[in-house]
Every structure is written in structure tokens, then in C-alpha cells.
């Protein structure tokens, strides 16, 4: 089953506004990690945030974590066009034997 | 460099038919995994390893075989294929199985008729 659930399921946005999308898990975490997916490819990693770690920055990427409500958020600023994708929050932890869990996905859609 | 290759990218099988999943990684990795991606449900884990020789079950191991002889290689086996295993199929390696950033292949695309 999955540990991570994102929210919306999908977006869409113009180029130039913010996205956010949000994860939620049930159980303690080691790590919450961000992926990235275009269309017809491979899952490419954007970022790790730690469970000691409230807030992690990475370029135009931005990322929360609250431990206490199990969730976490990524915002992507001032959005291009290229950045229309599947997004994929994925979490490991000793409930899952520390293996790495995915959630469903955000679709973002970026229009110009 | 080239990280995570699986092959091949696309493949139509018959119901019953066997095949090999190839995934090779030239980074060193000790932590290989599958997973399979259905529409609307994320990746699921098939199986994984921790090292030549070793390997375990995930979240959704029947119908599937994986061995690890070599550190690079991480073939997975569909010993008689099913519709139901009609899918995406992601090949991933990391240092470790956690803490870690995951590199993933570009996918093999299958279809049981």
C-alpha cells in the first residue's frame, strides 16, 4: 500500500505562478524525498528533506516538512513550461522495512 | 555516464509467454530495485536487493523472479506473463536502501495480450 499521498492529483497552472502540491504519509519517516516524472520517462530525483529537517531549498524548489502532522509540501516558483510533469513524493521508514514507498502523484500542467 | 539502462523499451507479450527485464547500472550501487507504475497508483515495489546475492520481496512480488549474480545487473523474470501484469516497469539503484537518492532507468513499457 501506499505510504504517501499527494494532493491535488493534478494542477494546472500559467507560466510564471507558483505550484504547490502537498504529501501525506501515515508513519514515522527516515526521509521524505521529492521525484519528478516528464511524459514517457524515468522518475528523476529533485530533493530530500530529512525528518530532523523543517525546510530544504534547492533553485526554484522549495520544500516543507511537518513531522508532527505527517506531511510535507513542494513548491515550485515562477513555473515554465518545463516544469509540466508528474510529481512524486516518496518516503522511507522502519514500517516499511526502509524501503523507499511512492505515493500516487501530482500531474502539474504548465501552460505558456 | 550511463546510470540506469533497462531494456528493452517497449514489449507486447502473449498471455503465458515468459521474459527477461533487463537493468544494468554502472554507478556501484549496492541497492537495486522494480517497481511497476500503474495509472493512478504510484510505483510499487517488486522486488529489491541489497547486494550480489541477496534479494528479497517487495510490495508486489508474484509472478515475478529477480536474481543478483553481479553488482551491475538486476534482471527481473516474468516466468508466465498475465494481463494483469500489463504495466510500466522501472529499474532504480542507490548507494543504500534508504537516506538516499534513487537513479531510475527509462521505463520498459508491457503489454500482455
Known amino acids: 500500500s501506499q505510504q504517501g499521498e499527494e494532493d491535488p492529483q493534478a494542477l494546472s497552472i500559467q507560466e510564471g505562478e507558483n505550484a504547490t502540491m502537498n504529501c501525506s504519509y501515515k508513519t514515522s519517516i527516515n526521509n521524505l524525498q521529492w521525484y519528478r516524472q516528464n511524459s514517457g520517462r524515468g522518475l528523476v530525483h529533485l530533493i530530500l528533506?530529512?525528518?530532523?529537517?523543517r525546510e530544504k531549498h534547492s533553485g526554484r524548489l522549495r520544500v516543507t516538512l511537518d513531522t508532527s502532522k505527517k506531511s510535507s509540501s513542494l513548491l515550485i516558483t515562477a513555473s515554465r513550461a518545463a516544469d509540466t510533469a508528474s510529481y512524486f513524493c516518496a518516503t522511507d521508514g522502519e514500517a516499511a522495512g526502509n524501503k523507499l514507498t511512492f505515493g500516487g502523484g501530482t500531474r502539474v500542467l504548465v501552460k505558456p | 555516464n550511463a546510470g540506469v539502462t533497462q531494456t528493452p523499451k517497449f514489449q507486447v507479450l502473449k498471455t503465458g509467454q515468459s521474459m527477461t527485464l533487463q537493468c544494468a547500472q554502472d554507478m556501484n550501487h549496492e541497492y537495486m530495485s522494480w517497481y511497476r507504475q500503474d495509472p493512478g497508483m504510484g510505483l510499487r515495489l517488486i522486488h529489491y536487493s541489497v547486494g550480489a546475492g541477496i534479494t528479497d520481496q517487495g510490495e508486489v512480488p508474484n509472478g515475478y523472479n529477480v536474481s543478483r549474480s553481479t553488482t551491475e545487473d538486476f534482471p527481473l523474470r516474468l516466468l508466465s506473463a498475465a494481463p494483469s501484469q500489463t504495466s510500466v516497469y522501472f529499474c532504480?539503484?542507490?548507494?543504500?536502501?534508504?537516506?538516499?537518492?534513487?537513479?531510475f532507468g527509462q521505463g520498459t513499457r508491457l503489454t500482455v495480450v
Open positions: 528533506i530529512r525528518s530532523n529537517e
Open positions: 532504480a539503484s542507490s548507494y543504500y536502501s534508504t537516506n538516499t537518492e534513487a537513479f
